[in-house]
């Protein structure tokens, strides 16, 4: 794919009247991009670039493809390269973050070197950030004047919440069709930007395309026995591309057909989806994407009924999933951290002489948790999480991994007994995942 | 920095005696590494590298920079390239996934092609892989015979807990020295094999060098604030280099210093880091790396003191928080969700009265819930935070973002009033930071 680079001039780049215009004469036949994330601190252990994960989801939906993804850190050279290389193989280019006005800020100056273009200073967009500065009351400094310097040949795109406005180049290099786009690093910048200004640019010069996707969510299975159940169905399927993915209590099986038509896309995706569904039945929780937190949010207003907990060893990770979910004041009363045994007792109304006969970590003392809980809220469901999240206070009758969940309700109470493998963080996320999902069984 | 490769036989590695060894004749100069995380589904939305963090702090403790990252396909041209380009322009290049046994599981070939290296499969290997089925009582498949190819001159680096071997090769490339890993993607397999058989190898190999470091954090001070104060002092520590991140309501200032003598650069970053810490006195809660959560952890349990808190907005995410460090039962007691009003009066002692006068989000109910969970738990702290996470429920009078944290203890309570700007989830993350930051002043 890399293909060593003929001898040659400057590259024609031929949208000498492409500024501020959205419309070209051809259309990219190749979709394949490329996303290279630019800063030093990404570069460390401490940061992570996240932008291309939406720019993903967004180039995805246009049936664009992410073939590479790059970080690159405030390094001239390294930058020039990597645009050099970027233009041979990857039909799109888009560069995130090095637009900002400090001595590291080198993105614009090295794209420019390295497609053998100028930056020209631009008088609008001085006059544009001379006037964002006075009416903050505050002195422009000269360094902000870089954010002003435009490829020749790019459109500008305007920058609704920020200085630094965004640019696009499209046209020929080495005699091929190349789109490339400079967008600004703050997440909410980004995303602004590409929304307004670059969704309907690439649109127009791609071929027209039709993907549908499916997304199927399933709680509590192992991911051995989704693929063992769901492979021999998505194989027989060469052209959806299936991907598993699997995190602490969740899988996702991620569906995605590109076809001339829409309707013959959706028709694939659709047939294969409720083949995959026939056979995983009611573990399946969500189709579009939701989360379980989600799901179980709409069930419980479906039903007009609500919820309470009472955490020992989750400490309110269960709580804090729910109340994720904006307006979730509608169906969840809220519940009780009782660490203590003593306010096991005193908000959960587990009696002392339990916790004394079984432990803290039982059966029985979950049971009674989601009872209480549920009593003292008067809810309509209560749930009841007590286990050893670890790394400590572990024992051969009780080992780190050991939770019991309860779910108390108008029918009465259950309890599952779970052994979950990992860390701190993970048996938490399990043990909440397995609750929710209770939640969910218990109101479908 | 990317050079165009003169036209060349296979590069000359010199590793003919290198398997199974940790020795070398050489010693590198240059010590920048890239890192090439392998697989498709690092190329979709849904999932991201993070092997490279871990590396990354791996390699930056032993003196490496990373100058690249790479996130490359199941795909071996790309691969391929990636290898060709990396061998050029880093002296030491670290694969990870893609050693598994399936067909898309291309590491090992698309780097023999790159370098001209021939693939043979070893016995020793091929013995341990049956011998490891048959321990499981399952008939080996003969694709997962591909984990034991190896590249011609690499030392195999065994697996302590995955079935792919790492593998290790070294020696001139194109005239160059270079170091060149292929480490298996799981991260508990990547992490095991790194530190088993990577970390002395490098040691052995790059040239001694001492890098002292620090990090101090400070919670709820703006990082412009913090810049300002801090950058005109570390900006006369040329041979420290600087860092500053931001978080939701934390700043984090990351000092490291290279040089010939440990005593050199321990002197010059301990120098800096000690006037950083004059000028922002106790704005700083942390300088060796620990969270909030901890730091509040020690405190607690040197002052042996215990805290309890109610929350509303925040939903239980400050319980998560607290509760998120191992062994905090020991100081934590548990506290309240006190969603609904009901049961802001029913657990946190919040008179129905005072919600009727003053609103459930207000400087009064918040100093209630803290002096209430306080009583009611009989702990040394309460903590009540109550506010509008949004996305809606604001009013002109309480808009979103609008947060009352309150702290009550033996010496009575104070409550701030804040605006946090920002969504659902960054309201919720301000607003905790803000009450562990309170609970450090106050044990101070």
Redesign the interface.
């Known amino acids: 794919?890399?293909r060593?680079a003929s001898p040659r001039g400057p590259p024609a780049l031929d949208g000498r009247d492409a500024r501020h215009s959205t419309t070209r004469s051809f259309t990219l036949l190749l979709v394949n991009a490329e996303i290279i994330a630019v800063g030093?601190?990404?570069?460390?252990?401490?940061?992570?670039d996240?932008n291309s994960?939406?720019l993903?989801?967004k180039l995805?939906e246009l049936g664009i493809?992410?073939?590479?993804?790059?970080?690159?850190?405030d390094?001239a050279?390294?930058l020039t390269?990597?645009a050099?290389?970027a233009m041979r193989?990857s039909d799109i280019i888009i560069f995130t973050g090095g637009l900002g006005p400090t001595e590291d800020d080198l993105t614009r100056e090295s794209v420019a070197e390295a497609l053998g273009l100028k930056l020209q200073r631009d008088p609008a967009l001085i006059a544009q950030l001379e006037d964002r500065f006075a009416k903050r009351g505050i002195k422009i400094s000269p360094n902000n004047f870089k954010q002003a310097d435009v490829l020749t040949s790019a459109a500008i795109l305007p920058n609704p919440v920020g200085t630094a406005p965004g640019q696009w180049i499209a046209g020929k290099y080495d005699g091929r069709d190349r789109i490339l786009v400079l967008l600004p690093g703050p997440p909410h910048e980004l995303k602004a930007l590409f929304e307004a200004e670059c969704v309907s640019r690439l649109r127009a010069r791609i071929p027209v395309q039709h993907i549908a996707t499916r997304t199927l969510k399933m709680a509590m299975m192992p991911e051995s026995q989704v693929d063992a159940r769901a492979a021999p169905i998505y194989k027989t399927y060469s052209d959806v591309e299936t991907?598993i993915?699997a995190g602490a209590g969740e899988i996702?099986l991620?569906m995605r057909c590109r076809k001339d038509s829409k309707a013959e896309a959706e028709a694939r995706v659709e047939e294969l989806t409720e083949k995959i569904e026939d056979e995983l039945g009611d573990a399946i929780f969500s189709r579009k994407g939701e989360s379980i937190e989600q799901i179980v949010s709409y069930l419980l207003q479906m039903r007009n009924m609500t919820l309470a907990?009472a955490?020992s060893c989750?400490?309110?990770?269960?709580?804090?999933r729910?109340?994720?979910i904006?307006?979730?004041?509608r169906y969840?009363?809220?519940?009780?951290?009782?660490?203590?045994n003593?306010?096991k007792t005193?908000?959960a109304n587990v009696p002392k002489s339990m916790i004394n006969q079984h432990g803290a970590v039982s059966r029985e003392v979950a049971a009674t948790m989601a009872e209480g809980i549920r009593k003292?809220?008067?809810s309509s469901y209560g749930v009841g999480i007590t286990g050893v999240?670890?790394?400590?206070?572990g024992t051969d009758q009780k080992p780190v991994g050991l939770v019991y969940v309860a779910l108390a309700g108008e029918e009465g109470t259950q309890v599952v007994e779970r052994n979950f493998l990992g860390d701190?963080?993970r048996i938490r996320q399990f043990a909440t995942e397995q609750a929710l999902e209770m939640v969910r069984r218990a109101l479908r």
């Open positions: 794919m890399e060593r030093s601190e990404l570069l460390t252990p401490h940061r992570q996240t994960l939406y993903t989801e995805n493809e992410v073939r590479f993804k790059c970080i690159v850190g390094d050279q390294g390269a990597s050099k290389l193989r991907t993915l996702q991620h907990v955490e989750t400490g309110g990770l269960l709580a804090e729910i109340t994720s904006g307006g979730s004041s969840f009363l809220g519940g009780a951290v009782v660490y203590s003593a306010l005193q908000f003292r809220c008067v999240a670890g790394p400590s206070g701190r963080k």
